[in-house]
């Protein structure tokens, strides 16, 4: 097995015990990176000299330090929406395409000092608007099972990094599914955490809970590790202070015999396509045989809709109003879509949209009085093209805008409850399927715990085994994936030493 193949939870491990140096593993992520990347286009501005600088002290720490941090010595990759001291963070955007941060964001400043070291940045669409990690700066993510095909979004370039073993670890974020999507198709973990859990000193509207941040790993125990490492309070998001934050690694042993266990196949609003349905039935088949009970809700969240198209387009309105007034080329389509939705809707849209809400909310949390988990699929349809900006149609349902076909998510972002992307096997089209898994609100250690559980039926059980792509056949450089790419980014200036290059 290569050194990079391990989880981050051996790799810490290995570390700990100095028989590996964070300097060789990093030196491994880099050359992984090198040799796969070209097929996929998952990573955007890279920084190996400062890496490798932060390696060679993590190493020099070890055995010097008593005890170290969580993610002492670990590589990371972070999604190029998230701000990163020195090292240029575009948002796949043309108006930030040389911009260079003074400082990073509250995650990434909280991971450093917990040991993580910053190598490179991961593709995301433009401004983070869609679940198609394309945008004219950096080009587009292929699938690792099929780069013709889409890797999801908006943590694509996250997912598909992760698949390929160029990190142990990734940073996400989530507003209508941006990370658990992703995840799904490209066969790893992706946790949407309780909101407030990890904070984010960047959300404009400090008391809103669409949009979190969160932790991306190949597995469950890696993903609650990196959890663990996020967690804290801090004075610029509201949401995050007075929250309990509970440990949520190691995570604990959970008996599937006790559980009470819940399944939708579409929140009885939902357009899924039947390749979908077939895999999600056949999970939740095998499943029932394991836990206490598996019972079907009869649930219809239609008004879900609406309610998050109004509360999608009041949060872009804050993102991006000023934008749109003086510099509107600026903006892709998806995020001019949503922020001239905004147009015609009113306070007392408004209005009803948080009362919506509220009983999506009172939905959920009065299911979890009879339930331990919630499970549904994670999106409707395997993978289509990245040529696609979205899926169109799902199932002969014409879709009303780039974002219903995530639906599946977003009715649970609405609830605000924790959300997991646990890897299942394949489809019959033989891309990677993944399980939503959803937990009681603020009880993320749980849902964790439950995920790690169901993992564990992959030892003896395909359908929920983790699938890996073949390295083999990412072999070939694809530049088709760059072709969108109206120029490069800007670089320059002071910056340049700290900004690096696309691999």
Request: proline share 8%.
């Amino acid at each position: 097995m290569s050194l990079v193949e391990h989880s981050a939870v051996e790799l810490r491990s290995l570390i700990q015990s100095r028989q590996i140096s964070p300097v060789e593993l990093l030196d491994d992520c880099i050359a992984r990176m090198q040799a796969i990347n070209p097929a996929v286009n998952a990573l955007c501005a890279t920084d190996f000299e400062r890496a490798r600088s932060a390696a060679q002290l993590a190493e020099a720490q070890v055995g010097r330090r008593s005890q170290l941090p969580l993610l002492h010595g670990l590589p990371l990759g972070v999604k190029d929406l998230q701000a990163t001291e020195g090292l240029l963070t575009t948002s796949g955007n043309v108006r930030l395409r040389a911009h260079v941060p003074v400082k990073d964001n509250a995650f990434v400043a909280r991971l450093r000092g917990q040991g993580a070291i910053v190598t490179a940045k991961t593709n995301t669409p433009d401004m983070g608007a869609g679940a198609n990690s394309r945008n004219p700066v950096w080009g587009a993510t292929g699938n690792p099972f099929n780069p013709d095909l889409n890797a999801g979004g908006s943590s694509g370039g996250s997912a598909a990094a992760l698949a390929t073993d160029m990190f142990p670890l990734c940073t996400g974020s989530d507003t209508g599914g941006s990370l658990r999507i992703p995840a799904a198709l490209c066969g790893v973990v992706g946790l949407r955490p309780s909101p407030g859990l990890i904070a984010n000193d960047d959300r404009p509207l400090g008391w809103s809970a669409i949009s979190v941040l969160g932790p991306m790993g190949r597995d469950v125990a890696d993903t609650a590790l990196m959890m663990q490492a996020s967690m804290g309070p801090h004075p610029m998001d509201p949401l995050s202070m007075g929250v309990s934050h509970a440990p949520v690694w190691p995570v604990p042993e959970m008996d599937l015999r006790g559980l009470r266990v819940a399944y939708t196949e579409d929140f009885g609003t939902c357009a899924v396509d039947p390749v979908v349905r077939r895999a999600f039935r056949q999970r939740v088949q095998a499943l029932a045989g394991e836990v206490a009970c598996m019972e079907a809700l009869p649930w219809n969240l239609e008004e879900a809709h609406r309610c998050f198209d109004i509360i999608r387009a009041e949060s872009f309105v804050a993102a991006f109003a000023d934008i749109y007034r003086t510099a509107p080329e600026t903006l892709g389509p998806n995020v001019l879509a949503n922020v001239e939705m905004a147009a015609s809707i009113s306070l007392g849209d408004r209005a009803w949209a948080h009362l919506a809400q509220t009983r999506i909310q009172r939905m959920f949390q009065r299911s979890f009085e009879q339930y331990d988990l919630v499970l549904a699929p994670v999106t409707p349809l395997s993978p289509f093209p990245w040529t696609q900006l979205y899926a169109q149609e799902v199932d002969g349902k014409a879709q009303r805008n780039y974002y219903e076909w995530l639906s599946l998510t977003y009715v649970v972002t609405l609830a605000t409850n924790p959300a997991l992307s646990l890897p299942c096997g394949r489809d019959e089209a033989g891309m990677p399927f993944g399980l939503q898994m959803i937990g009681p609100l603020h009880q993320d250690g749980r849902l964790l715990a439950m995920a790690a559980a169901v993992e564990k039926l992959g030892l003896h059980n395909a359908d929920f085994a983790r699938p890996r792509p073949d390295l083999a056949a990412l072999a070939q450089p694809r530049p088709e994936l760059r072709s969108i790419v109206t120029h490069p980014p800007e670089l320059g200036g002071a910056a340049q030493a700290h900004v690096g290059q696309a691999v």
